[in-house]
């Protein structure tokens, strides 16, 4: 069964202190990989869309990577605007976005 | 605001009684999902339409459970005899897109359900 799975499930950091969350996918025909952002009370929002192992997408302090086999979600300099829960969702087929459980970020100034 | 917009954005209600949802998506968007997301995990699939067509209802959708996208614009997610494990939030997206730019999905605020 394709299956979703991020880590840490929350991620408390200070302000400008780096750090990384991850997506990994057991897949039988990824056609994109997707990080969203929500805020609580929120429907998710769009950031990123992945297709193809060793792309990268950037905006602001965010930098989303992808292999064959996981996904990563680099945070530069976090500020506290940047607290949210962050979520990976894969496209396995021609309609269905499965989704992550979201890692929690938590930005402290 | 051109947004997807859901309605009502919060419902309480008592066990047994019925719920309607509706959710007009971004105009001219041709597909239409609804998800479900309980606290601490995400969103959860349950239903897709492209266009007026209803394609796919996960096996989450059970019987109580029914959507409608009369006309191909507006959609409407209906739950009979609600049940106490039916409390969740009840999102509704839309995307413009053929092809794979179609995981890119604009959610609305979503609808809170809460059975008591």
């Known amino acids: 069964e394709d299956q979703v799975t991020q880590s840490p499930e929350a991620l408390r950091l200070q302000e400008g202190e780096s750090s990384s969350l991850n997506c990994s996918y057991t897949v039988s025909g990824l056609r994109g990989l997707f990080w969203y952002r929500q805020d609580p009370g929120k429907g998710p929002e769009f950031l990123f869309t992945?297709?193809?192992a060793g792309e990268e997408k950037e905006k602001e302090r965010l930098k989303a990577t992808l292999t064959k086999k996981e996904s990563f979600l680099h945070i530069t300099a976090p500020k506290p605007e940047d607290s949210a829960t962050y979520l990976c969702a894969c496209f396995f087929n021609d309609y269905k976005l499965s989704f992550g459980a979201g890692t929690t970020v938590t930005v402290r100034a | 605001d051109t947004g997807v917009s859901q309605d009502p954005r919060h419902k309480i209600t008592k066990r047994g009684q019925n719920v309607t949802f509706r959710c007009d998506p971004i105009?001219?968007?041709?597909?239409l999902y609804w998800y479900r997301q309980t606290l601490g995990q995400g969103p959860e699939f349950l239903t897709y339409f492209q266009n007026e067509a209803q394609l796919e209802k996960s096996r989450l959708l059970s019987d109580r459970f029914s959507a409608e996208r009369p006309k191909g614009s507006f959609s409407t997610l209906e739950i009979q005899r609600t049940e106490q494990g039916d409390s969740a939030m009840y999102l509704c997206?839309?995307?413009?897109?053929?092809?794979?730019?179609?995981?890119?999905?604009?959610f609305g605020e979503g609808s809170r359900l809460t059975v008591l």
């Open positions: 992945l297709y193809s």
């Open positions: 997206a839309s995307s413009p897109r053929e092809g794979r730019d179609t995981g890119e999905l604009f």
């Open positions: 105009s001219e968007h041709n597909r």
